[in-house]
């Protein structure tokens, strides 16, 4: 049984204290110490209750208090509504937009019944979800509030739409979830993270996201929807019942064959999916049920698996760490050996075929009859990686040469990608969904992580270029390693003068630190989100998450091997 936890604001401004029901507390303030994830199943539910306008406030007092009161989303926004002259409490928009304030703020006069608010802002949150990092947090002014009498008391009768809430209130206030686009080949689902308030009909916002375009940087050609362009929400809001939601939207979708109408329903189904009391979709136009036969095969994972076990290279074997030892993968890992390997990556569903850095260059390693394959013997190849159409990705640090996509015969195909001069590329990782490359590369600036869009060859699925890099915030001097967590997250690793930290990363969300584990020099991802990361020491030993930092387990290796 879910449990509700109200929390009740106790000034005008939310403050850092909250009472909650139970022994429970939540921080609102001091310092920022690492801490483990709250992921999975775990379903926690907070309602923020703020005051609403007390008598006799001063103009001032109504403008924190609804500024607090943008907090709480229950009722449409109806306490924040509360603080708005008669006229324009119906008309003001608070999904317009959200900012994300650093600290309070300073209000100034204009003249005796205009007000402005100046903060500074970290983020911000557009009317479909999409969380941006400011470039900076240089204070910036709100459009002015202009007040009225409504019997006696102040009110706000002028505003700009949208929100504005704290840094910290933010993860309480609002909920993140995933909604899915396809790939150009209608292959794989491709994730797109979302913010919306947590009391704010999440059915419905995230269904009007979803017939929306992707975020910009995926929506350069490596992902489609399948929903047809113009179809609207014809019935709003989305209801729920008995666990499924009922969507109706406009004609479009009956000019579809089956097989489209399965896409529509699988990305729709798919977005809901972490929406509480959401087990399945029914489509409908004019509220008449639309007929979509089960996908009865070849639907695609919606979060793919790999191995929950350990990947990794020992002297003299290379396989899943199975108990203390080591379970080899026949013939594939006896290639590896050979070929003095010091990177692998398993191609996606295979454990059969792989693709190896050795002294020579990358191979192309099978565990069938084909002896290894020389695909690339460029100096100074970094680690390479393997998608699911079959196409080793390799470049030099130096970045000299470009990105090269390599099919298994042999045959060479240039990415083309504007990756900056004069960096170092540390890492270069797609993604499972085949859509996404994530870069690490480190330079005169420090260390940079970025993503970027991959642009296929519809009919070939060749990869041509990559879109525009999407710069995720990273901290450190010296770069180390990256890895996909999982389908939204990367992990990172960077070096101080007396430190390795470990970073984790939302693509279009937060970053947060992971601790500190010891002369960190690998990283990679499995199952579970951050339980399923492994950091390789310097020294050989194998650290898992613990708690708020990580512990070295038995195992040992010369590197971990990557699951794509």
């Known amino acids: ?9 106790l000034l005008p401004l939310l403050l850092p204290a909250l009472l909650l029901s139970g022994c429970v507390s939540v921080p609102f303030a001091g310092g920022v110490d690492p801490g483990g994830p709250i992921e999975g199943e775990v379903d926690v539910d907070f309602d923020f209750l703020p005051s609403g306008p007390s008598a006799g406030a001063t103009q001032e007092e109504i403008l924190r208090g609804f500024l607090a009161a943008t907090t709480a989303a229950q009722d449409n926004y109806r306490i924040a509504r509360s603080f708005l002259a008669e006229d324009v409490a119906d008309a003001w928009n608070p999904y317009d937009s959200t900012l994300v304030r650093a600290r309070e703020g300073a209000v100034e006069r204009l003249d005796d019944a205009t007000l402005t608010y100046s903060v500074p802002i970290v983020a911000s949150v557009d009317a479909v979800g999409r969380y941006s990092v400011a470039d900076s947090t240089s204070s910036q002014t709100l459009p002015a509030f202009r007040f009225v009498q409504e019997g006696g008391e102040w009110r706000i009768a002028e505003l700009g739409d949208g929100i504005l809430i704290s840094q910290q209130a933010f993860p309480s206030a609002f909920s993140q979830h995933t909604i899915y686009y396809w790939d150009s080949a209608f292959r794989n689902l491709v994730p797109d993270l979302r913010w919306f308030p947590t009391r704010s009909e ?40 008995a666990g499924t939601a009922q969507i109706d939207l406009t004609s479009e979708v009956l000019t579809l064959s089956e097989r489209e109408r399965q896409r529509v329903r699988l990305q729709l189904a798919a977005s809901l999916r972490a929406v509480s009391g959401v087990v399945g979709v029914d489509i409908t136009v004019d509220q008449n049920l639309v007929a979509i036969p089960e996908w009865t095969s070849g639907a695609p994972d919606v979060v793919p698996q790999v191995d929950p076990r350990v990947l990794l290279r020992t002297d003299e074997s290379f396989g899943f760490a199975t108990g203390g030892e080591v379970e080899p993968l026949g013939a594939l890992s006896t290639r590896v050996v050979e070929l003095g390997a010091t990177a692998v990556a398993l191609a996606p569903g295979r454990t059969t075929l792989a693709t190896a850095l050795g002294p020579d260059g990358v191979w192309a390693v099978s565990a069938g009859e084909a002896l290894p394959l020389l695909l690339d013997e460029r100096p100074g190849l970094i680690a390479p990686s393997i998608d699911g159409y079959q196409f080793v990705w390799s470049v030099p640090a130096t970045g000299s040469g470009a990105i090269r996509a390599t099919e298994l015969n042999g045959t060479v195909h240039e990415v083309e990608a504007a990756l900056p001069d004069g960096s170092r590329v540390v890492r270069l990782a797609v993604s499972r969904d085949d859509a996404r490359v994530l870069i690490m590369l480190d330079g005169r600036g420090g260390p940079r992580l970025v993503v970027a869009a991959v642009i296929r060859d519809e009919t070939s699925g060749v990869p041509v270029r990559l879109g525009e890099l999407r710069e995720v915030p990273l901290n450190g001097d010296t770069a180390v390693d990256a890895a996909w967590v999982d389908e939204v997250r990367i992990a990172s690793i960077t070096r101080t003068d007396e430190q390795t930290l470990v970073e984790l990363h939302e693509i279009g969300g937060r970053s947060r630190p992971l601790g500190l584990p010891r002369d960190a020099v690998q990283i990679v991802g499995g199952n579970g989100g951050t339980e399923g990361i492994r950091v390789l020491g310097a020294d050989g030993v194998v650290f898992e998450p613990r708690g708020s930092g990580w512990q070295g387990t038995s195992l040992r290796a010369s590197f971990l091997g990557t699951q794509q």
């Not at 049984?1 to 604001?9: I, K």
């Open 202 to 241: 999440v059915a419905t916002r995230i269904v009007r996201a979803v017939l929306e375009p992707p975020t910009s940087w995926l929506g350069q050609g490596a992902t489609v929807s399948a929903i047809p362009e113009g179809t609207e929400l014809a019935l709003s809001p989305v209801s729920v019942v």
């Open 1 to 9: 049984m879910r449990r509700r936890l109200a929390v009740l604001l």
